[in-house]
């Protein structure tokens, strides 16, 4: 049990409370201080009680000091009046984390180039409970790059958000995390671990680092340590996995997704002349992907497989057609649809970025 005396007259970082205070009295006080402010333990010695909030606060040796606060002085405590804590007011020990509940959500892989804010927006709005910005390279981002920084960037519908970063050293990925953690509001970050592109493995990074597990641990463990915010390492639409069910679509419908998209994009890079190209060029690398869907309807097998070679075959109408069509030249006409023509010059030309069994060909045009 803490002792306490009204007569004690000086705080605990020995400061006087007025100026007629004798020097002969500080031993006597100093001895008196020690017992009023000590702990009895019959098990150990005596322990220095914790000072009072009103006592931690500097104060001048020589000026007065209130005696109303002095002569305040807590009252006992005892265990069965302290006030009961709960879990959310526990301070977490420095290496937990703060839990992500992934339980029951649909997570928006990052995908690279595809992924922008205008795609995620169009996702959300699809069922999308958890995104994922596009993946960042660690140097980019600490050499300032703003088209880097770019990917970054949060909308205010991704009510839990998270960006990927891809680093091949644990001192690069490091600051680049702190970087982040001070720059950016993010639920959590990600560490890609699994990018095939021969840029990426050729630095040491991506799924080059599968091959080198203390370097892996190295990264995961500069991570974790140096920022709060949770760490995670690469996961892998939405309606149709909500639903439980196959999700047919007219080619109507298709349409209307694809305005959307447009919508989202123009909001996002603007709707000057020159920006517009942004937004096509976005759609035209995400029909890259689209015109591979195949109608339900014509499936021998249900649900379609993603390693499956897209088919040649005529819709229910023109625009179904078109929108099955391979070659550039078509996908350009769908966003003529809805961004208007394409300047004089123009062109598009689709290298797939990764090794599939999906295409024939180099370049669709």
């Not at 002792?3 to 409370?17: I, K, T, V, Y």
């Not at 040796?61 to 002085?73: A, M, T, Y």
């Not at 005892?78 to 509940?101: A, F, Y």
Request: hydrophobic residues 35%; glycine residues 8%; contains cysteine.
């Amino acid at each position: 049990m803490i002792s306490s005396d009204s007569n004690h007259e000086a705080d605990e970082n020995g400061c006087s409370n007025g100026v007629d205070a004798k020097v002969e009295n500080l031993n006597g006080a100093g001895e008196e201080a020690l017992e009023e402010n000590s702990v009895v333990d019959e098990l150990g010695p005596l322990k220095k009680a914790k000072p009072d909030v009103a006592e931690q606060g500097p104060c001048s040796p020589g000026k007065e000091v209130d005696q109303s606060i002095l002569e305040k002085q807590p009252d006992a405590v005892s265990e069965d009046n302290l006030p009961v804590e709960t879990d959310g007011s526990l301070k977490s020990h420095p290496r937990e984390r703060k839990l992500i509940d992934f339980s029951g959500k649909l997570y928006f892989a990052p995908l690279t180039t595809v992924g922008n804010l205008s795609f995620r927006r169009l996702c959300k709005a699809l069922g999308a409970d958890i995104t994922c910005g596009e993946m960042a390279m660690c140097t980019n981002l600490l050499q300032g790059q703003a088209s880097e920084w770019a990917l970054l960037r949060r909308h205010s519908s991704e009510d839990l958000f998270a960006v990927q970063i891809c680093g091949a050293y644990a001192d690069t990925v490091a600051r680049a995390v702190e970087l982040i953690d001070r720059e950016c509001t993010v639920d959590f970050i990600d560490i890609n671990m699994g990018c095939p592109i021969d840029l990426v493995v050729s630095k040491g990074a991506g799924s080059a680092l599968l091959y080198r597990p203390a370097r892996m641990k190295g990264v995961i463990e500069a991570a974790s340590g140096t920022i709060e915010t949770p760490i995670t390492v690469k996961p892998w639409i939405f309606t149709e996995i909500k639903e439980q069910r196959h999700w047919d679509i007219s080619s109507g419908e298709r349409l209307d997704i694809l305005k959307d998209y447009v919508r989202f994009g123009l909001q996002h890079w603007g709707s000057d002349t020159k920006v517009v190209e942004t937004t096509r060029h976005f759609l035209l690398e995400w029909l890259s992907y689209t015109f591979r869907y195949i109608l339900v309807g014509l499936l021998d097998i249900i649900p379609q497989q993603l390693n499956w070679r897209p088919p040649s075959y005529y819709g229910c109408n023109d625009l179904e057609t078109l929108m099955a069509s391979e070659s550039a030249a078509d996908w350009i006409r769908i966003s003529e649809m809805l961004l208007g023509k394409v300047p004089s010059g123009f062109s598009f030309t689709f290298p797939p970025k990764h090794k599939s069994n999906a295409y024939d060909r180099a370049e669709n045009g």
